[in-house]
């Protein structure tokens, strides 16, 4: 049960808002597919295998991220006991279980159409490089964007085998959403991230923080309106997009980015920001 136990800690599965913010743009992205392709069997099916695969990348990146940083989280308190810089489970053992967990994924990802294969393994690019980002970059929330919504574009070919303006224009909507919910995340770790050298947008607009994260957020509610401007109305899909945004913005309005519990109790309100949109989307 110990190693059970370091197993769940290693790969967050105790913290589940990490693998449902991977999840959710997936779910969105099926729910508008289905909106043309209308297969119901499909879509429930899909959306299984989009959760399991959500739950096995997320929890491969994170180990992956932890092996990256080990040296760094011995460095802030607030990552400092996690298994790998806490001693509690080596590199090696930790990199079989990353091993092992993507190939479990691509065992899923097999399972769909050959473009949305290609995206998938075009994907892990992009999930093992963003552990570097904040070395380098004071955007590593924004390559998160372009990597944690890259299943939205995923799942819309998987329904309808194309890749589509429409889905893109989500894709960048959910993109700038990640921005600004990661930055809200990252101020948690300012103090420790900037005596250590590393970069976010929580640090670089920490003089103007909640503009920077509302103006992200403005921008993901434009293009969701933009994007579906002649479904607007009277009805239940408005008023779910409607609250969606609502979450949003009260969000912006409740954080405080000198708390630490308030920023992880905010930035895990996003989980009902997702569950909002699919609804508002399955309502089409």
């Not at 810089?85 to 479990?104: D, E, M, Q």
């Not at 103090?191 to 976010?200: T, W, Y």
């Amino acid at each position: 049960m110990y190693h059970v136990k370091i197993f769940i800690d290693l790969a967050r599965l105790n913290k589940p808002i990490g693998f449902m913010l991977l999840f959710w743009p997936c779910s969105w992205g099926l729910s508008y597919g289905y909106k043309i392709n209308n297969d119901y069997s499909l879509f429930i099916h899909y959306l299984f295998l989009f959760f399991l695969g959500s739950v096995l990348m997320r929890s491969a990146g994170c180990i992956f991220n932890d092996i990256v940083d080990r040296n760094i989280d011995k460095k802030v308190k607030r990552t400092r006991e996690r298994p790998i810089p806490s001693g509690k489970i080596t590199v090696n053992k930790s990199l079989f279980y990353v091993s092992a967990l993507c190939v479990l994924a691509f065992f899923i990802l097999i399972q769909f159409n050959f473009l949305t294969i290609a995206l998938g393994l075009g994907s892990m690019i992009l999930a093992f490089s963003y552990p570097f980002m904040k070395r380098f970059t004071y955007w590593p929330q924004l390559f998160l964007g372009l990597t944690f919504n890259w299943g939205l574009v995923m799942a819309w070919t998987a329904m309808n085998n194309n890749v589509s303006q429409e889905i893109i224009l989500l894709y960048i909507s959910a993109i700038f959403w990640t921005l600004g919910y990661d930055t809200i995340y990252g101020a948690q770790d300012m103090v420790d991230d900037e005596i250590i050298g590393l970069k976010s947008t929580a640090i670089k607009f920490k003089k103007n923080m909640k503009l920077f994260v509302f103006t992200s957020y403005l921008i993901t509610s434009l293009i969701l309106f933009y994007l579906f401007h002649k479904e607007l109305g009277v009805n239940l899909f408005t008023i779910f997009l409607i609250f969606f945004i609502i979450s949003l913005f009260f969000q912006v309005y409740k954080f405080n980015q000198k708390e630490t519990k308030s920023c992880l109790k905010y930035f895990r309100m996003n989980n009902l920001s997702g569950l909002l949109l699919f609804t508002s989307l399955n309502t089409l």
